[in-house]
């Protein structure tokens, strides 16, 4: 019987030399050390974010363990990037990070202190650069406009009004705008009672008795002057 042991043994030993090679070893040792690893990340839904800019950004994840990688991981290198509104991250195992992108929306350009910025859904300035493709959006002009624009913006959206005929945007330090539109035509907005002022500049703009007015001033409330 114990020959009959020592005889299996050494068949089996006999087998094992037989097929070892040192770099089969290897590669099985290097696929069990990059198992669970992140070897890959997915961009999906982005336009105006560049996927490799993001990449670049999480260079350091790369390799890391995926089952210790936190949100903060990642949200936290991404923070700076351009027109990043938010960020949905999902782990794809053994080895893969997905990202889907939400993206803010370039509404307008404005100028400040000499400088050209875009100005997206957020109210983040960007600075503008000669290969961004956004000259047809309306301009914005005014000391302070900046912190004042989005809300305006959002009233006009909120009641219907059709934005895109506007050309520019002039923000006045007591709090008001004048819009001016495609066809030149101004309409001048008051400081307060904002809504009613919106509402009241689409029904002139629909009458035909008011399509002859280059000005439309709604600035005294109960009034409006045209000229």
Same mark, same amino acid.
């Given at each position: 019987?114990?020959?009959?042991?020592?005889?299996?043994?050494?068949?089996?030993?006999?087998?094992?030399?037989?097929?070892?090679?040192?770099?089969?070893?290897?590669?099985?040792?290097?696929?069990?050390?990059?198992?669970?690893?992140?070897?890959?990340?997915?961009?999906?839904?982005?336009?105006?974010?560049?996927?490799?800019?993001?990449?670049?950004?999480?260079?350091?994840?790369?390799?890391?363990?995926?089952?210790?990688?936190?949100?903060?991981?990642?949200?936290?290198?991404?923070? @700076?990037? +351009?027109?990043?509104?938010?960020? $949905? #991250? /999902? *782990?794809? &195992?053994?080895?893969? !990070?997905?990202?889907?992108?939400?993206?803010?929306?370039?509404?307008?350009?404005?100028?400040?202190?000499?400088?050209?910025?875009?100005?997206?859904?957020?109210?983040?300035?960007?600075?503008?650069?000669?290969?961004?493709?956004?000259?047809?959006?309306?301009?914005?002009?005014?000391?302070?406009?900046?912190?004042?624009?989005?809300?305006?913006?959002?009233?006009? @959206?909120? +009641?219907?009004?059709?934005?895109? $005929? #506007? /050309? *520019?945007? &002039?923000?006045?330090? !007591?709090?008001?705008?004048?819009?001016?539109?495609?066809?030149?035509?101004?309409?001048?907005?008051?400081?307060?009672?904002?809504?009613?002022?919106?509402?009241?500049?689409?029904?002139?703009?629909?009458?035909?008795?008011?399509?002859?007015?280059?000005?439309?001033?709604?600035?005294?409330?109960?009034?409006?002057?045209?000229?």
């Amino acid at each position: 019987m114990k020959k009959l042991y020592r005889i299996v043994l050494l068949v089996i030993a006999l087998i094992f030399l037989s097929t070892y090679t040192p770099s089969r070893f290897d590669l099985i040792s290097q696929k069990n050390n990059t198992f669970f690893k992140i070897q890959k990340i997915e961009i999906v839904n982005n336009f105006l974010v560049k996927g490799s800019e993001i990449k670049e950004k999480l260079s350091k994840i790369y390799n890391k363990n995926i089952f210790l990688i936190k949100r903060k991981d990642i949200e936290d290198p991404l923070r @700076e990037i +351009n027109f990043l509104g938010k960020i $949905d #991250v /999902k *782990k794809k &195992y053994p080895n893969t !990070i997905i990202i889907e992108i939400f993206e803010t929306k370039p509404i307008a350009i404005l100028y400040a202190n000499k400088t050209k910025y875009l100005i997206d859904s957020s109210s983040n300035l960007i600075l503008f650069e000669d290969n961004m493709n956004f000259n047809q959006l309306p301009s914005v002009f005014g000391e302070g406009a900046k912190n004042y624009f989005i809300y305006f913006f959002t009233q006009l @959206e909120n +009641n219907d009004f059709p934005i895109k $005929d #506007v /050309k *520019k945007f &002039y923000f006045f330090q !007591i709090g008001r705008w004048d819009l001016q539109l495609a066809n030149d035509r101004i309409i001048k907005f008051p400081y307060d009672n904002i809504v009613d002022a919106i509402k009241k500049s689409i029904e002139l703009l629909d009458r035909e008795d008011f399509e002859n007015y280059n000005i439309i001033d709604l600035r005294i409330d109960g009034k409006i002057i045209v000229e």
